[in-house]
């Protein structure tokens, strides 16, 4: 979790321990919620997607990538070889982070090409307005029980992480 339940009940003012788990499993769901919306994920992991063909400007799923790790094209005989780092470009295409490669051939299969790669904001990078979000739906989720989309949504909390969505095209 990027938002600690000591901080979130620090945030609402809340001194007892009773609702921990309830306050927590409010972090994940506006986490979660924030993820989707902003089509970015928050915490940095490795991820892995396989292709059938090369996507040149291929956009990842998960954003926004901070390290290719590897790029596998698999070879004719069905074993996967790493691709030199020369044969393959790592660009931002206007805030979304998107792959170039360059590759003679290789094997028709629906998982011909491998890419393992890291998505996630780093624990300093993650912006400011994205964590306050999270504290705001946090704390109407435990203040109301329910988000009633029609106002929360709607709020100046939204614009909080509206500024963060990034279109994947």
Request: negative net charge; proline residues 3%.
């Amino acid at each position: 979790m990027i938002l600690s339940v000591e901080n979130a009940k620090s945030h609402m003012r809340i001194l007892h321990d009773d609702e921990d788990v309830l306050i927590a499993s409010y972090i994940l769901a506006a986490e979660n919620y924030a993820e989707i919306y902003m089509n970015q994920v928050l915490e940095s992991a490795d991820f892995e997607v396989r292709l059938p063909c090369v996507q040149n400007g291929f956009a990842f799923p998960k954003q926004p990538v901070s390290e290719i790790v590897k790029v596998e094209v698999m070879a004719q005989d069905g074993n996967y070889e790493i691709l030199p780092t020369d044969n393959y470009r790592f660009y931002d295409d206007f805030g979304v982070k998107k792959l170039h490669i360059e590759v003679a051939s290789h094997k028709a299969h629906h998982e011909a090409i491998k890419i393992t790669f890291k998505a996630g904001f780093e624990d300093t990078k993650l912006p400011a307005t994205v964590l306050q979000w999270i504290k705001c739906a946090v704390s109407e989720l435990y203040e109301n029980r329910e988000l009633d989309e029609s106002k929360f949504l709607k709020s100046f909390a939204m614009h909080l992480l509206k500024q963060h969505r990034l279109t994947l095209r």
